[in-house]
């Protein structure tokens, strides 16, 4: 049976229908723009519109950009502060006519889509998964077992603080940098990692992971570092994927 899976981001909310066994994508994408602000019950109307668009009824995974404990969001990156305490599950559910929601940070839910079916698939040791988007993501595991909620995008470099600021994909577009001075910025914060974490491998994704023969030469990373095979669409499968292992 295919699950719906919801990436929720802070420019767009992304969702299709995944096969929970395969990873296999099982229609066509469907986005609609993070409303701004984006306040929880904003985004929920916007989450039971995609539901209402996949004319949906079961288990639905949906990724959030904040650490999530128990489906409750305790932080609020790139949307409304007024996220913080939320139950995010309970209010998908009220306003998508009771499906069952599972609620999980988004860079993990990558991680899990890559791990299970993706770029990292069999490895193990620390991979960190690290997303660049309107943020900076990041899912860490260890021997295949996440550890939930790093939010290492947060972390300070150089007087950067967060360093996502600084380094994220959107920084790109809004300083209108070119490639290489980006991924010179990616890749002093990947270094940064390594000297933290000493990972065996860094699975780098987001929607920019698409242009990695533009990205790869001015990393400089001396840990194995490989685009996300599923690109921007991670955190679709991986949240489909939660939605049928709770």
């Known amino acids: 049976m295919a699950v719906l899976g919801i990436d929720i981001g ?6 299709n229908l995944v096969d929970p066994f395969s990873g296999n994508l099982e229609s066509d994408r469907h986005k609609i723009a993070t409303p701004q602000p984006a306040t929880p019950s904003a985004v929920a109307d916007v989450v039971a519109e995609m539901v209402s668009h996949f004319d949906y009824r079961g288990p639905v995974g949906c990724t959030f950009p904040a650490i999530v404990r128990r489906g409750v969001t305790l932080s609020a990156a790139n949307v409304d502060e007024s996220w913080i305490g939320a139950n995010a599950e309970e209010l998908f559910e009220q306003h998508s006519s009771g499906n069952d929601f599972t609620v999980l940070n988004d860079a993990d839910a990558a991680g899990i889509a890559e791990l299970e079916f993706g770029a990292a698939k069999g490895r193990k040791g620390v991979v960190i998964m690290v997303t660049f988007g309107t943020g900076i993501g990041s899912g860490l595991f260890i021997d295949g077992v996440l550890v939930p909620n790093t939010e ?5 470099l150089d007087g950067h603080a967060p360093v996502e600021d600084w380094a994220a994909a959107k920084v790109k577009k809004d300083e209108g940098l070119t490639w290489e001075e980006w991924s010179e910025r990616a890749g002093a914060y990947l270094r940064h990692l390594d000297r933290l974490f000493s990972p065996d491998l860094f699975v ?3 929607g920019v992971s698409r242009r990695w023969d533009r990205i790869q030469p001015g990393l400089g990373v ?3 570092t490989v685009p996300a095979q599923f690109e921007n669409e991670a955190g679709i499968v991986g949240a489909a994927m939660a939605a049928t292992r709770r």
């Open 204 to 206: 780098f994704g987001g």
């Open 152 to 156: 290492l995008g947060h972390l300070e």
């Open 10 to 15: 802070g420019s767009g909310i992304k969702g």
């Open 222 to 224: 001396e840990v194995e």
